[in-house]
């Protein structure tokens, strides 16, 4: 195994780990560090399959211990919004300068609003707890505020932490990081 191979393969565990005890050990409720981890990976790896591959074992690997939702609606909602920050992460790749500080921040609060709105949606979709008409829906959208100010919070400390990291890396090492982000 040569040593780039090694380094990815760290870099992976590493994320991974972060990702999963941090949904685990989340101190309130979607303050969790997926969405950071998930465009810092996508950022980071120069292929497709271990950027794709980080926040897909992420969610499997947690959700083992976490609650189970309340429907695969709910479940394929979540694991879908996870393409967001992946998306993002990957556009920051391709970008410099102001650009990609500007999808950094975007990472801050593009993925938690949009798992709030999709998410919602989904849970009034699939469950009786809301009736089906607009005022459920609306009443679903109410009731997860609190879980939306939460992730949003969540991710906003993550991405700062992350880029906060990757500039310290930057500094460190700076023609390795570059590189290796020229390269795919």
Not at 2 to 12: H, M, Q, V
Not at 51 to 76: E, G, I
Not at 179 to 184: L, V
Request: one cysteine or more.
């Amino acid at each position: 195994m040569n040593r780039e191979t090694l380094r990815d393969l760290t870099i992976f565990a590493l994320l991974l780990a972060f990702g999963v005890l941090g949904r685990w050990a989340q101190p309130a409720w979607n303050f969790t560090p997926l969405a950071a981890v998930t465009a810092l990976g996508a950022f980071y790896f120069r292929s497709w399959l271990p950027a794709v591959l980080l926040p897909a074992t992420l969610l499997v690997v947690s959700d083992l211990v976490l609650p189970s939702h309340d429907s695969w609606q709910v479940q394929a909602s979540v694991h879908l919004s996870a393409i967001i920050p992946l998306m993002l992460g990957r556009a920051a790749r391709a970008r410099e300068g102001w650009r990609r500080a500007a999808l950094w921040g975007m990472c801050g609060f593009v993925p938690a609003t949009v798992f709030y709105l999709v998410t919602n949606f989904a849970v009034w979709a699939s469950k009786s707890l809301y009736a089906p008409t607009a005022a459920g829906l609306v009443e679903s959208y109410v009731k997860g505020l609190p879980f939306y100010r939460t992730m949003l919070a969540g991710d906003v400390c993550y991405i700062a932490l992350m880029t906060a990291c990757l500039a310290a890396a930057q500094l460190l090492q700076p023609t390795a990081l570059e590189e290796q982000a020229k390269r795919g």
